[in-house]
């Protein structure tokens, strides 16, 4: 069976803003560059600072409990480590996460958006060589799981619930279609291709309430997780894969399993 990939994203930031890719360079056992490097940590929470054991998404701030994120447009330069966020198309700040006061600047912002004391800002969590990924409390093989998103299965929920979904709710780094709805779930245990890569899939995913979030109006205004058990008897939609061999892919490359692969 095979499809075509449309659309590769990162998000440097957990929570924050997509960032669209022209192409990702993928090595084995490795996540996507860049992608959940950085998040906003609960300073009433379990994080401290330079922690490098996973902790649960609940510790940090993120979708599922803080829609008000998405409301953001947010970019993370890796090059120059600068994170810039728009609101409405006005840029409201524009902060060196490298240096001590661009993470200062960053943690002061975010305590406003979130609605926190100025003296309990969020905290900037960042370790080397750690992603904060949902999955990460798993396994450091899972941190470093890529995300999928078949745009076939959004869009026959899409057709069962009567309204549109954004495939951005689910913030996946691949996006492709051409396979059948929910084809997606059995690739776990098996094989697969997309372009140059060999990958195998790892675990399906639960979507949570981050789902409910629109990614263009930071509302929440669809029961997504309700929906996916009331149509298909469980909540999952996605999957994790490992990177079994590197290669760089791009929108218009082939994802390919079964006899295709």
Do not use: W
């Not at 600047?105 to 979130?114: D, G, H, K, Q």
């Not at 149509?231 to 999952?236: D, I, M, N, S, V």
């Amino acid at each position: 069976m095979t499809g075509h990939i449309r659309h590769l994203y990162v998000y440097p930031i957990k929570g924050l803003s997509a960032q669209p890719l022209d192409s990702v360079t993928l090595e084995a056992g490795r996540g996507v560059p860049h992608d959940r490097v950085f998040a906003l940590a609960r300073p009433e929470g379990r994080y401290v600072p330079g922690q490098t054991s996973p902790l649960p998404k609940d510790q940090f701030f993120m979708l599922a409990r803080d829609e008000r994120l998405a409301g953001l447009a947010t970019r993370f330069d890796p090059a120059s480590s600068v994170l810039t966020v728009d609101v409405r198309g006005h840029r409201v700040l524009e902060a060196d996460l490298s240096s001590e006061r661009g993470a200062e600047e960053v943690t002061a912002f975010f305590a406003r958006v979130l609605d926190r004391p100025a003296e309990r800002p969020p905290l900037l969590a960042h370790a080397e060589g750690r992603r904060f990924t949902d999955v990460s409390v798993v396994s450091d093989a899972m941190m470093n799981a890529i995300s999928l998103i078949n745009l076939d299965s959004v869009r026959d929920l899409e057709d069962r619930v009567g309204v549109p979904v954004d495939p951005l709710r689910f913030r996946a780094n691949v996006y492709f279609d051409g396979l059948p709805p929910l084809s997606e779930l059995d690739l776990v245990g098996k094989e697969f291709r997309i372009g140059e890569l060999r990958l195998r899939g790892v675990l399906n995913t639960k979507r949570c309430a981050a789902t409910e979030v629109d990614p263009v109006n930071a509302v929440r205004d669809i029961a997504v997780p309700r929906h996916l058990v009331q149509q298909y008897g469980h909540a999952e939609l996605g999957c994790y894969a490992e990177v079994l061999s590197g290669g760089t892919i791009r929108p218009g490359d082939v994802i390919s399993y079964g006899a295709a692969a």
